[in-house]
């Protein structure tokens, strides 16, 4: 246990910097309101109203995120392997060659159903 110590230590630290932060800007910090400051903003342009459940998302967006998670999830593994190359010899190299041809399945499903293409 006293090998997390200075994890928990950097965490308390982290933690009390956040609450003293908070604390401080809330009782030292100016209060002025204005009718403007509390108006939502959205960069220059008029706030839409939203329906009381939130606003739609298109189905894109989903898959614009499903495609940054897979590729970003590529590059995690693909880094400490290169680094590492020559020390894993031919079992890396299979591994690797395994997991690129099933990310390349998912990437060309996403190719298949128009998700790169942007109107």
Request: net charge neutral.
């Amino acid at each position: 246990m006293e090998l997390y110590a200075p994890i928990f230590v950097l965490g308390g630290i982290g933690a009390a910097f956040v609450v003293v932060s908070m604390v401080a800007g809330a009782l030292l910090g100016p209060k002025r309101y204005n009718r403007a400051k509390m108006q939502a903003y959205e960069c220059g342009i008029e706030p839409t109203p939203q329906p009381a459940g939130g606003g739609r998302f298109t189905v894109k967006y989903y898959m614009t995120a499903m495609m940054f998670i897979i590729f970003d999830i590529e590059i995690i593994f693909l880094i400490p392997w290169a680094v590492h190359f020559e020390a894993l010899g031919w079992f890396g190299l299979v591994a690797i060659v395994l997991f690129l041809v099933n990310v390349s399945i998912a990437y060309a499903y996403e190719w298949r159903r128009g998700g790169l293409e942007w109107d």
